[in-house]
């Protein structure tokens, strides 16, 4: 019988330790998919500022050509106005 009583209290401690494993086991699936959540959040965040400093540069960019081809046109202007005075000075 006692025999019996020690079986008992040493299956009933096994079922303590192994709910108590699983309860943690479970607390630490929950703590990791929050990492993981996280993780993917953070993710996302860099894209979504990447995607803004692609647009940011794109813009500065283009606004660069722009500037070149205003400061391009009026150079031209330039060059077609000291055209004009050469023709008229060689003119006898």
Known sequence: ??????????????????????????????????????????GTLAAIIAIEETAADDRQAEQEKNEQQAKMADMQRQIDALQQKLERLSKP
């Open 1 to 42: 019988m006692k025999k019996r009583n020690a079986n008992a209290a040493a299956s009933a401690a096994d079922i303590n330790q192994i709910a108590e494993s699983e309860k943690l086991s479970d607390k630490l699936a929950v703590i990791g998919g929050a990492f993981a959540t996280l993780g993917d959040f953070l």
